[in-house]
């Protein structure tokens, strides 16, 4: 079966860290972009980074620039997504996500972060940032 598994939400202070993970299940993320999205009560879901395996390429929404790091372990084939200074905005259910975006000069910002551009999507997993 295709999927991807995600890990690692959870309850966190306003300041506090938190790593999530994705890991993909009956297939490999080598020819994919991975993205990280997230998804509010009565909010429309949102991309919040992306990582292209193909070349390495990153991509950042820029209300997470500066706190969040997403980064790729090529021999676990695992995907993360390291939040820090979290804040309570940034509650929601975060979802990884692949698709295959093509080429750098294709990979526009509008399509990375466009949910209909990913293909396989993860099972979600909740965030809550509170004192």
């Known amino acids: 079966q295709v999927q991807l598994v995600e890990s690692g939400g959870g309850l966190v202070q306003p300041g506090g860290s938190l790593t999530l993970s994705c890991a993909p299940s009956?297939?490999?993320?080598?020819?994919?972009?991975i993205g990280w999205f997230r998804q509010a009560p009565g909010k429309e879901r949102e991309g919040v980074a992306c990582?292209?395996?193909?070349?390495?390429?990153?991509y950042y929404t820029d209300s997470v620039k500066g706190r969040f790091t997403i980064s790729r372990d090529n021999a676990k084939d695992t995907v993360y997504l390291q939040m820090n200074s979290l804040k309570p905005e940034d509650t929601a259910v975060y979802y990884c996500?692949?698709?295959?975006?093509?080429?750098?000069?294709?990979?526009?910002?509008?399509?990375?972060?466009?949910?209909?551009?990913?293909?396989?999507w993860g099972q979600g997993t909740q965030v809550t940032v509170s004192s």
């Open positions: 009956g297939f490999t993320l080598d020819y994919y972009e």
């Open positions: 996500a692949a698709g295959t975006l093509g080429p750098k000069s294709k990979r526009t910002r509008v399509r990375v972060f466009n949910p209909n551009e990913y293909r396989y």
């Open positions: 990582i292209s395996a193909m070349d390495g390429s990153i």
